[in-house]
């Protein structure tokens, strides 16, 4: 599996931006696609989550309310819209895949995209 994170970009605070993440190989119908990302000096952390299956989705509370993760399987695509963006969001942002949709476990990890926001 391989996947192709875009989308990042400068944006000002307040703006939005939307992250894509495209998965290619053998990919299935099933499986838990997240988002990372990591800020200077600081380490990698959680944004957010969508299980296939069902749907269902969790946030870290930073950015609850103003990020939603959606998918779209015809397109084996995940989309992270991110809106109100400040400029503690300014971080590279990964997406990473795991086969298991019912665990937080991700065996699959994109090369990142960067998203800086300018205050």
């Known amino acids: 599996v391989q996947l192709q994170a875009s989308g990042g970009g400068l944006v000002q605070a307040g703006g939005s931006l939307r992250l894509s993440c495209a998965a290619s190989?053998?990919?299935?119908?099933?499986?838990?696609l997240g988002w990372f990302r990591q800020a200077p000096g600081k380490e990698r952390e959680f944004v957010a989550r969508i299980r296939s299956r069902d749907g269902s989705t969790y946030y870290a509370n930073s950015v609850k309310g103003r990020f939603t993760v959606s998918k779209d399987n015809a397109k084996s695509t995940v989309y992270l819209q991110m809106d109100s963006l400040k400029p503690d969001d300014t971080a590279v942002y990964y997406c990473?895949?795991?086969?298991?949709?019912?665990?937080?476990?991700?065996?699959?990890w994109g090369q990142g995209t960067l998203v800086t926001v300018s205050s």
């Open positions: 190989g053998r990919t299935s119908s099933s499986y838990i």
């Open positions: 990473a895949l795991g086969i298991n949709w019912r665990a937080d476990r991700y065996e699959y």
